[in-house]
């Protein structure tokens, strides 16, 4: 089975990790194209553009950094939640974090798949590929 996401957007602070993800996504022909912010605020955006005035194209799934300067992914989570964004969210996270922090990210009905560690690699991102493509499909 060849796993699609169609439209991909990476939001992290981090450039060399969405340099890696971009790559990998690429590489293994995943993502029809991939998009980019470096924090919950310009993701925010642009989805709104895709949303509200017809950009395309629009992003299928967001891999989401949940610790980041600006607006953080729990702030992107909640935001994207009241305005009703429609993108599936992959959490990321490179810092520990409290167990109930991340219980919390659970409760978001856009959040699919599983916590995704980095930094990544092409295993931690093959792990969590099977529901994230399940999730799109299925939305579509």
């Keep these: 089975m060849t796993i699609s996401l169609g439209v991909v957007l990476i939001v992290d602070d981090n450039e060399d990790d969405r340099f890696i993800l ?7 022909g995943i993502a ?15 989805l709104r553009d895709c949303s509200r005035r017809g950009f395309a194209p629009c992003p299928n799934v967001a891999f989401l950094d949940l610790h980041m300067p600006e607006m953080d992914g729990f702030q992107f989570l909640k935001a994207q939640q009241q305005e009703r964004l429609p993108v599936k969210v992959v959490p ?3 810092v520990d974090m409290p167990q109930i922090q991340l219980d919390q990210i659970e409760s ?3 959040v699919v798949g599983s ?8 295993q931690e991102l093959c792990r969590g590929l099977s529901p994230i493509e399940h999730a799109v499909n299925y939305s579509r």
């Design 22 to 28: 971009k790559r990998l996504l690429s590489r293994a």
């Design 32 to 46: 029809q194209s991939v998009l980019e912010a470096e924090d919950g605020a310009k993701a925010i955006e642009l």
């Design 92 to 94: 990321m996270l490179s």
């Design 108 to 110: 978001y009905p856009t």
């Design 115 to 122: 916590l995704i560690k980095m930094p990544l690699s092409p």
